[in-house]
């Protein structure tokens, strides 16, 4: 039998010369890998990298931040941040390894405004937190649905949709995710019941969307999370309208006014009326973990807890790790004495450190007697006229 020829030369296709490699599989972020994620709403006064040093500072692995002052309108010079400050942020958060980042929304926007201008300025202000949140490379921005006013219900649903389709034309929103609040239930506020939210995400499923669940909040619209019997009727409820698998992250604050209030007041942990126990109850309960039944790699529970001393912030999430039951050495280091707010003593020991030095005048300048010239007064020091 005649053996086939064998060649070392492959066959050539001149294709082959315009095919580009194709683009890798990127890695999933460090933070999806499954283990809990606690944060809180840092500052970004003065640099808004510094805001990722903070978190670190205070033990956290997560953080909320705002990417812009929330109580103003802004202008075109706000629309966008610097590419420096946002390759800075990017990169620094990949240092540090933290996550999700979550943007929280201006404080002035009200989706469901019926006033022309106040609708218009609500859109804009959004669009440019959504590019803000697109710069940084922000995971989640939480979103308040706003107020009716007049409207029914069915007319602000729609006319909160209509506004988050429009303030997100046009843009690739990438790996960011669009969250809506629950709400306290004050006025005429929209998304204070689970069926008013899961109608608004169902008029938005072209978009990628999820919910934040506020547990003061919960507890202000008379959802009983503070109890055990409570909690599991809150999220059977949630199951059943929302979906859990929708909630990506859950806002810990404790409550200081009382079930059903319908006032937002936010209390530190185990000091309001929601309790130290039911806190322990969520952040250890199956099927909020990320390894339960609902599991949710990278769902991050965020402090928006009172900073009222030096040291609040830092106790707040000492106290979150402490509830989860994971071990001190096991959970991120805080840095002693750390916090946001720091005391009248330091703010005044920092002054003076920055404050120019006076110039002191030497005991031979003070004895020193000056002659006048001839019609003007003689000047002379303390001890001189003491002598005199």
Known sequence: ?????????????????????????????AWLDGSLRIGIHTSIAGDIAESLNTARKLGCNALQIF?????????????????????RFRALRLELGLGPVVIHDNYLINLAASHPVLKVRSIQTLHNELVRAVQLGADFLVVHPGSRGEMSVEQAIDAIAQSIRQASRGLKLGGLRILIENTSGMGTAIGWNFEEVAKLLDRLDNLPMGVCLDTAHLFHAGYDISSEEGLERTLERIEQTIGLERVYVLHMNDSKTPLGSRVDRHEHIGKGKIGLEAFRRILTHPLLSATGPHGLPGRAFILETPIEAPGDDRRNVRALWELTGIPVDQAPDAEDGFSMLRSARAIKAAERETRPRAKVKTAAKRKMKVTPHKGKKTKTNRSAKRKA
């Open 67 to 87: 990417s812009a002052s929330p109580r103003m309108w802004g202008s075109g010079a706000t629309t966008r941040i610097a590419e420096v400050n946002s390759n």
């Open 1 to 29: 039998m005649t053996e086939p020829l064998h060649t070392l030369e492959s066959a050539y296709d001149i294709e082959d010369e315009y095919r580009p490699e194709p683009e890798p599989i990127p890695l999933p972020p």
